[in-house]
T-cell receptor, first 112, second 114 residues
Framework: QKEVEQNSGPLSVPEGAIASLNCTYS??????FFWYRQYSGKSPELIMF????GDKEDGRFTAQLNKASQYVSLLIRDSQPSDSATYLC????????????FGQGTTLQVKP | KAGVTQTPRYLIKTRGQQVTLSCSPI?????VSWYQQTPGQGLQFLFE???????NKGNFPGRFSGRQFSNSRSEMNVSTLELGDSALYLC?????????????FGEGSWLTVV
């Protein structure tokens, strides 16, 4: 079992729809969770981070965390063609470390 | 405020050579981590430095090494390059290690080994 799992996609949604990206992780001690967006040929760009169970909203983006289910998700409302990218879920372990474990990423395609 | 700066951005090396990549973290950030990204393996953790000390090391051979200087700048070195070392090498910085610290990536160094 991989430490952080994401559906590789591609996930295709029409412009204006809600895109839902999911991630599961295996280490129950994980305490920090990040979503990064990566365009082809570019480096990962931080979209959201979440540390506590529940929802966290920032503009069109909502991150959801359920530690009991070891599940974190990212919702993108009113999806735009410019949101087309690979979305990486990253999980930070327990303890005093900055090490992140990444999923393989989900490719999102937003069709006009 | 300037982001994480990595140099060089692109480089081509020959098998058997060595390479040094440099990273300047965001001003005030003292924790630096390095990652390797390849199409097949995705993003993999190389090592983490804080206050000039290596705190964590990923599952990479000893040919991969790094260090951090007193000004928090970091370098990583790969010796005896192999074709499989061709990758995007990413540096990330945060204020300090641990929960609650947001981690930002630089633009990366694209290494091609021929």
């Amino acid at each position: 079992q991989k430490e952080v799992e994401q559906n590789s996609g591609p996930l295709s949604v029409p412009e204006g729809a809600i895109a839902s990206l999911n991630c599961t992780y295996s280490d129950r001690g994980s305490q920090s969770f990040f979503w990064y967006r990566q365009y082809s040929g570019k480096s990962p760009e931080l979209i959201m981070f979440i540390y506590s169970n529940g929802d966290k909203e920032d503009g069109r983006f909502t991150a959801q965390l359920n530690k009991a289910s070891q599940y974190v998700s990212l919702l993108i409302r009113d999806s735009q063609p410019s949101d087309s990218a690979t979305y990486l879920c990253a999980v930070g372990g327990s303890g005093n470390t900055g090490k992140l474990i990444f999923g393989q990423g989900t490719t999102l395609q937003v069709k006009p | 405020k300037a982001g994480v700066t990595q140099t060089p951005r692109y480089l081509i090396k020959t098998r058997g050579q060595q390479v040094t990549l440099s990273c300047s973290p965001i001003s005030g950030h003292r924790s630096v981590s390095w990652y390797q990204q390849t199409p097949g393996q995705g993003l993999q953790f190389l090592f983490e430095y804080f206050s000039e000390t290596q705190r964590n090391k990923g599952n990479f051979p000893g040919r991969f090494s790094g260090r951090q200087f007193s000004n928090s700048r970091s370098e990583m070195n790969v010796s005896t390059l192999e074709l499989g070392d061709s990758a995007l090498y990413l540096c990330a910085s945060s204020l300090s290690p641990g929960v609650g610290n947001t981690i930002y990536f630089g633009e990366g160094s694209w290494l091609t080994v021929v």
